[in-house]
């Protein structure tokens, strides 16, 4: 008898039909014997809609109130799959994220898990019930309800899976697995039918859609098997393992090209070139929570250099915010920001150490007309700064100079 951690996205439980289809795939495991746990994110676009239904009664919501409000989506759909599972016979039980055990570092709108007890759920499961669960949210310090940010519900999911010592955690979506591109964009993307921990984290860090990254992060860590899988047709989907398990699928070290256009630049232009200045300027930046992706760092000339790093178009406003007057403060130059930017990047184990990758990446893209604005790398990941309107064709340019169209792909 296997435990598992099931968790639902928006799209599978978006309509009473598909809430209806989620409850016989949770009965019918149950039936098979397995012990479960169930995570499900908010219904459709629900929070979206949340979020406008707060701007449009005040312009700028308290973000402790915006966190009460958003954690409903979640809460309700907890509510309604308890329902549906119920009346397919197994007895099931709506939790909240508070009632799970999940506690939070209580930054509200991205918090993060600071521990998560399971023993709610636990008993919940030696009971016989199948305890529902929303995700993406949690307890706060001062006992505030605190959500952990945007596709999040996966963090839950795969957090309670690493309490509960559980056999695998399953994801289910709207895509049969993890693909070499966004096949939305990228129609001759192939399904991986595996994938190391290391590969899916950059990719997700790249814009990946599939798994939220810091849910990527904690499987790693805990060696968790974890399967993305559609939730609208009964397929393999693919496995996420450590990268010794993986099978080699195709002699292309390039295992995937992600793109995102959630993305905007900010840039302090001389800055001395002194050390502890860049310290200055990050720091506040995570006192407050905003995740840095991309820092390029100038040479030095005259004494002073220019930085410019990317975050989310959402955490823009605030980061310019609290970059400006540390700016002044050191005698930095003007503080510029820009969100009509775009991320694309090739991940694959050991791709920068490997001679001829970078460049032939930089050639398609120049051959194909596309300017690159900034460059950042890992031992698994090139990643390059484009323009927003070109992101989709360079990730289209990209996966059919590495070999990885369907067409192509061995």
Known sequence: MATLVFKFGGTSVATRERIAAVAE??????????????????RGDATDRLIEEAEHTVPRPRARELDMLMSTGETASAALVAMAVSAHGPEAVALSGIQAGVVTDGVYGRG???????????????????????????????????????????????????????????????????????????????????????????????????????????????????????????????????AEAVEIESVA?????????????????????????????????????????????????????????????????????????????IGAGDVSADASLGKVGIVGVGIQSTPGIAARAFGALAEAGINILGITTSEIRITCLVAEAEVEHAARTLHTAFGLDADSAQ
Do not use: W
């Open 25 to 42: 795939r949770v009965a019918d495991a149950a039936a098979g014997g397995d012990r479960l746990a169930v995570v499900v994110s908010a």
């Open 253 to 329: 070290l390039v295992r995937g090209v992600a793109h995102d256009t959630d993305v905007a630049r900010i840039t302090v232009r001389a800055v001395r070139d002194r050390p502890g200045l860049a310290h200055g300027i990050f720091q506040p930046l995570a006192d407050h929570g905003i995740n840095i992706d991309v820092i390029v760092q100038n040479l030095s000339e005259a004494g002073t250099t220019d930085i410019s790093f990317t975050v989310s178009k959402a955490d823009m406003a605030a980061a310019v915010d609290l970059v400006r007057p540390i700016a002044a403060e």
């Open 112 to 242: 993060r898990i600071e521990r998560l007890d399971p023993s709610r759920v636990r008993r919940e499961m030696d009971a016989g019930r199948i305890p529902i669960i929303a995700g993406f949210q949690g307890l706060g310090p001062g006992g505030d309800m605190v959500t952990l940010g945007r596709g999040a519900s996966d963090t839950t999911a795969v957090s309670l899976a690493a309490a509960l010592r559980a056999d695998r955690c399953d994801i289910f979506t709207d895509v049969e697995g993890v693909y070499t591109a966004d096949p939305r964009c990228v129609p001759q993307a192939n399904k991986l039918d595996a994938i190391g921990y290391g590969e899916m984290l950059e990719m997700a860090q790249l814009g990946a859609k599939v798994m939220q990254h810091r849910s990527v992060g904690i499987a790693q860590r805990f060696r968790l098997p974890v399967v993305v899988r559609s939730s609208f047709v009964d397929s393999p989907g693919t496995s996420m393992m450590a």
